[in-house]
Nanobody
């Protein structure tokens, strides 16, 4: 089992930045791919970014490319999502997830955090 806890969400003005953290406990986090997804009200859960256990970064979602950066500190069992140049359309609940393979599909991830709200005001 892997337990994931996100933090770092909040309210920010458009153009601002936030850094989300995902603290893991349980099984060796370093052996898992860590991904970030987001879900806005009325929308399906959307892939944002993923980084494999070896540090390979999967292609970012087009909507965040060039603005968001995913990273992972295996020694701290923590993953991060640095979000810059935020836009109102980035408003959503952000979830971190852990899985065995690099993937953009939610069903490929067996472990999920509870989510953290990010709200970007215009």
């Amino acid at each position: 089992q892997v337990q994931l806890v996100e933090s770092g969400g909040g309210l920010v003005q458009a153009g601002g930045s936030l850094r989300l953290s995902c603290a893991a406990s349980g099984r060796t986090f370093s052996r898992y791919t860590m991904a970030w997804f987001r879900q806005a009200p009325g929308n399906e859960r959307e892939f944002v970014a993923a980084i494999t256990w070896s540090g390979i970064i999967e292609p970012y979602a087009d909507s965040v490319k060039g603005r968001f950066t995913v990273s992972k500190d295996n020694a701290k069992n923590t993953g991060y999502l640095q979000m810059n140049s935020l836009k109102p359309e980035d408003t959503a609940v952000y979830y971190c997830a852990a899985g065995q393979y690099g993937s953009s599909r939610p069903n490929d991830y067996g472990y999920w955090g509870q989510g953290t709200q990010v709200t970007v005001s215009s």
